[in-house]
T-cell receptor, first 113, second 111 residues
């Protein structure tokens, strides 16, 4: 089954404790992206990657890092989480030729205390 | 500044009561407008893409239309299973970034 898999689904942590949210897709997609979703603000892009070893900032990259060492994986790293990073996070991917059809993961609800 | 605004924020309909959701946009150049559906606890799911004013797309009880300033998602004779949050997004010409999303319309269809 074609899918984007995120882990964990729920995460509670404390300020300053480094964490990684994993994302993996099995569709051989070149493009992957991370979004955060906050009430009233919609989905905002954090980082995206056009292909392996190619990443770029989205609209709200501060406080986040990403890496793309393999085509299927695109982890999101919070080196020193803060309470304002409490949010619902989505990973998404698509092929280069279908710019509209993003496939989303099921989300990671992060709470930073 | 590029902006995407959806209205209303929330909409409650009786089963069978048709209505429309609005997505207005102010962007420097539109490459495409997209509609997604999001169910609670899940990621958004792609519905439609519209590329030019006058274009229309249909899927079951949903019909999306596009003008130069806004898009409508028309829901005809909705059923409870149509309850979800509907997200609108735009892709801007010349931008390598993906999509700029609106904040969504939460639709509830009562039986």
């Amino acid at each position: 089954e074609a899918q984007v898999t995120q882990n964990p689904r729920y995460l509670i942590t404390v300020t300053g404790k480094k964490l990684t949210v994993t994302c993996s897709q099995n569709m051989n997609h070149e493009y992957m992206s991370w979004y955060r979703q906050d009430p009233g603000l919609g989905l905002r892009q954090i980082y995206y990657s056009m292909n392996v070893e190619v990443t770029d900032k989205g609209d709200v990259p501060e406080g986040y890092k990403v890496s793309r060492k393999e085509k299927r994986n695109f982890p999101l790293i919070l080196e020193s989480p803060s309470p304002n990073q409490t949010s619902l996070y989505f990973c998404a991917s698509r092929t280069t030729g279908q710019r509209e059809k993003l496939f989303f993961g099921s989300g990671t609800q992060l709470s930073v205390l | 500044e590029d902006q995407v605004t959806q209205s209303p924020e929330a909409l409650r309909l009786q089963e069978g009561e048709s209505s429309s959701l609005n997505c207005s946009y102010t962007v420097s150049g539109l490459r495409g407008l997209f509609w997604y559906r999001q169910d609670p606890g899940k990621g958004p799911e792609f519905l439609f893409t519209l590329y030019s004013a006058g274009e229309e797309k249909e899927k079951e009880r949903l019909k999306a239309t596009l003008t130069k300033k806004e898009s409508f998602l028309h829901i005809t004779a909705p059923k409870p299973e149509d309850s979800a949050t509907y997200l609108c997004a735009v892709q801007i010409s010349g931008s390598a970034r993906q999509l700029t999303f609106g904040s969504g319309t939460q639709l509830t269809v009562l039986p």
